[in-house]
Each structure stands twice: as C-alpha cells, then as structure tokens.
C-alpha cells in the first residue's frame, strides 16, 4: 500500500439519517455502499446521546492512563478480547517497518449485559455503561442492516440482520494513539499509527472526537483521501457524526456490488509535533459464528457482474463456491495479526 498516492482533497461522504425506515432511506445506503463503501449516519434518531458517547470516551481515556502492569493483566488472548500494547497489531505486514502506533481494548460481545472476558479493574464499575453502549450499536447496526436489505430489494429486508446471532465475533473497540515525542524511532514514509486493511465483519462503526483527525479512505482512482470528523455543513460542531463502512463480509454476500474499502489511520501534518492524541471507538458488527456465507437473494446483487467476469466472496453467483462461515472468515483474517505476536514475543524474548 506504500506506492498509493496521497491525495489532498477531502472525500465528500452522504451524510443520511435512519430515523425513518423507508425504501428511499435505504437506496441512499446502498448508493453510498456501491459508490464509496462509507458514510455518515446522523446521531439523530440512532438512540446514542452526546453525553453517552463522550462518557464512553471517558472509560476508554481512563482505562488507557492506566499503569501498563494493570492493562497487561488482560492482554489479549486467541479469542481477540483484551488490551494489545504499542505496536502489537501490525495491520499492513507487507510495508510496515513496525506495528501500529496505537493501544487498543477489545470487548466481545456482552450476554445479558455481562462481558464474557475478564475486565479491568478500572472498568468494573462502568460495566452497565459499557452494556448499553454495545446494545445501541448493535441496534443501529441491525438497522442499517436492514435497511440495506430494504435498498438491495431482498424479499427477507431482516435477510442479513436475521443472521447476526450469537455468538458472534462482535467486538466494541477502544483505540488510543498516542502523540508521539521527540526521541521516538519514527520513520514516517513506513510508520503509520493504523496500517491499510479493511475491516473483517459486516459493517463497522466507528465514533471520533472533534479536532482528532486521521482517519483516510482510498478513492476508486487509487488515492488517499482524508475522511473529516465532521463534514462541512453538519449540524453539530461537538457530536460528530458516525462514520459507518462496508466491512468484507458484506461485500462478499453481494460478490463486490457492496464495497470493503481501503482505510488508514495516519499522523496528521497539522496536529502539532507528535501528531496529537487520538482515540476512536469502533464497533466491528460481525454474523453469527455458525452462519453459512450463502448467496443473498437480490435481482440487483445477481445482476452485478464485476468488469473482469470474476466473482468476488461468496454472495450473488459465487454460489458454486463452498460457503464459509462468518468464524472461519473471521479466523482467516485474525491469523496475519497473531503471528506478527507470536513473532514479535519470541524476538523480544518471553512474554511478561
Ligand atoms: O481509529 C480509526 O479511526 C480507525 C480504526 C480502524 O480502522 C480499525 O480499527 O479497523
Ligand atoms: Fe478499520
């Protein structure tokens, strides 16, 4: 992805709002999804306050200011819960130098509002916020879910939400990156604080805070575009809106006709020496563990017939291909980021 060109101009995202449950509302997903694979989602009518997204930033600042002995008694494990340190996730092997600049918490999905994974301490007491936050992204993201089966004409609208059961790999993600000083070893023509990937569920979610930009997609021309945290004209300049994209599953069940785009997390050139902190929360929405990656009954997904010929995933015609399930997909994509740890644990001798 080093060889991607930068490109100057900010990406100019629909911004939609699904508080109604219409046709229309669903065909401006859809178009969005063909076109660009992101969007904004209005707060507006999606049950998340402003107070509850800032009181989530909180958690997630408090959790990260912790001593790294405390963070490190949940590290993560096989099933991708838990806290991974600076540079413990490297998400474009190929061309980066080292991993990620960034920590990050991963809490699957909770049961009757209880997290299946052990907690810190710190969060303890905020498990009833936490529970909730993850309830209302859930619901949101049935929503667009549905609405997107509403736009792609499915006879079943619930086709894809139906199959978002439990268990599930559904994570709520806090990430914090960390300014970076001086005398750190940093080479920015490699070092990035989230290399290029897509994301590896259905759809995402992912909340920012004003003023802590980075976030770039990549255009169908092969460019990079930053995403601003709160595109020009929106209605509040505190409460971004949220930026929601196609991850690869969905792109799959519609061979291609959904796109998965490309995104980074980059150092912003304005923000000051060291870049400035940045957290993000991310809510990575995945299908049911067991559920079979068959094609989606849509005349416009059967209709779609990429360039080239080819078939990508296992939606629309891809039928003749064994379907996977939503797990081992999920295991497939994970397997790159567990064996830069298992790498980086044996060349810095005996994890601690
Ligand atoms: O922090 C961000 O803005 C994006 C993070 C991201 O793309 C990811 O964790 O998959
Ligand atoms: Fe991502």
Known sequence: MGSVQEGNNAVRLPVINISEFSVGVGKQLLDAAIRYGFLYIDTDGTGFTESMVDREFELSRNFFALPEAQKKKCLIDETNRGWTGMHGEILDPKTQRKGDFK?????????????????????????????????????????????????????????????????????????????????????????????AHSDYGSITLLFQRPSQPGLQIMTSDQMWAPVPVI????????????????????????????????????????????????????????????????????????????????????????????????????????????EFRIQKTSEDGPAA
């Open 231 to 338: 595109p020009d004209g929106y209605t509040s300049a505190t409460f971004p809106p949220i930026l929601v994209n196609i991850a690869d599953l969905l792109s799959y069940w519609t061979n291609g006709l959904l796109k998965s785009t490309i995104h980074r997390v980059i150092f912003p050139q304005d923000s000051g020496p060291g870049g400035g902190d940045r957290y993000s929360i991310v809510y990575f929405c995945h299908p049911g563990n067991d559920v079979e990656l068959v094609p989606v009954p849509s005349k416009l997904v059967a209709a779609h017939v990429l360039e080239d010929g080819t078939q990508v995933g296992y939606g629309g015609g891809a039928a003749t291909k064994r379907a996977i399930t939503a797990k081992e997909h999920l295991n497939n994509r994970l397997q790159a980021t567990y």
């Open 103 to 195: 920590e990050a918490f991963n809490m699957g999905e909770f049961l009757n509002g209880e997290p299946r994974q052990p907690m810190p301490q710190a969060l303890e007491p905020h498990i009833k916020e936490l529970a909730d936050f993850e309830r209302t992204c859930k619901k949101v993201s049935d929503r667009i879910l549905d609405l997107l089966g509403l736009g792609l004409e499915v006879d079943e609208p619930d086709f894809f939400s139906s199959r978002h059961t439990q268990p599930s790999g559904c994570t709520v993600r806090f990430l914090h990156y960390p300014s970076i000083s001086a005398d750190v070893d940093y080479h920015p023509e490699v070092d990035i604080r989230a290399g």
